[in-house]
Structure formats: C-alpha cells, structure tokens
C-alpha cells in the first residue's frame, strides 16, 4: 500500500506565501506524475500543478505565475511554492500519485491552507 503524506498547510496574509510538501512511499519515484489538487469549501476538486514523469509540468489558470511545482526524486517529494496568495487559494490541498505504467493513483488526506484577507 502507498502512502502520501502532505505536510505544509497553515493561515497565511493575503500575499503571503507557503510551501506544501508531499512524499510517497514508492519504490520508484521517477515513474510516477505527481500533482496537487485543491478542493475549496462547496466546491469540487481542482487541479492546481502536476509534475509529470517525464519533467513537464501543468499548472492551473488561477495560479499560472503564482505558484510552482517542483520535485526531488531522490527524496521522493514533490513540493509547491505559493507565494502571492488569496482569500480565494483557501482550500484542502491534496497531493495525488500516479503510476505512469500501471494508472494506479493514490491520494493523501489534505492540508488545509487558510488565506486571510
């Protein structure tokens, strides 16, 4: 069984910034996309930035120059810097892990990020 772990979330200003982090406990981390999704109060699940197997990567239109994906295969991580943050980017941020040969995915429980206005 895979476990994802997210740690990172918190309050933060309107234009603060915080740094998410989720680390899987696969065997190869190189085969897997990586990806963060939010899920505001009310609302559905969204994709937020996903870090491919292959070094691309997809960001959302609301946070496209805000936010960045990164990975650290070695220490099988996958981190997100958001910085200008908004009352809007409040949300329970989700961290997903898919194996690019099998399809399998996996989801960790969420960090919730308050933004304050």
């Known amino acids: 069984q895979v476990e994802v772990v997210e740690s990172g979330g918190g309050l933060v200003q309107s234009g603060g910034s915080l740094r998410l982090s989720c680390t899987a406990s696969v065997s190869i981390f190189s085969i897997y996309n990586m990806g963060w999704y939010r899920q505001p109060p009310g609302k559905e699940r969204e994709l937020v930035a996903l870090t491919t197997a292959g070094g691309g990567t997809v960001y959302g239109d609301s946070v496209q120059g805000r936010f960045t994906i990164s990975r650290e295969n070695a220490w099988k991580t996958v981190y997100l810097q958001m910085n200008s943050l908004k009352p809007e980017d409040t949300a329970v941020y989700y961290c997903?892990?898919?194996?690019?040969?099998?399809?399998?995915?996996?989801w960790g429980q969420g960090t919730q990020v308050t933004v304050s206005s």
């Open positions: 997903n892990v898919q194996n690019v040969r099998t399809r399998a995915d996996y």
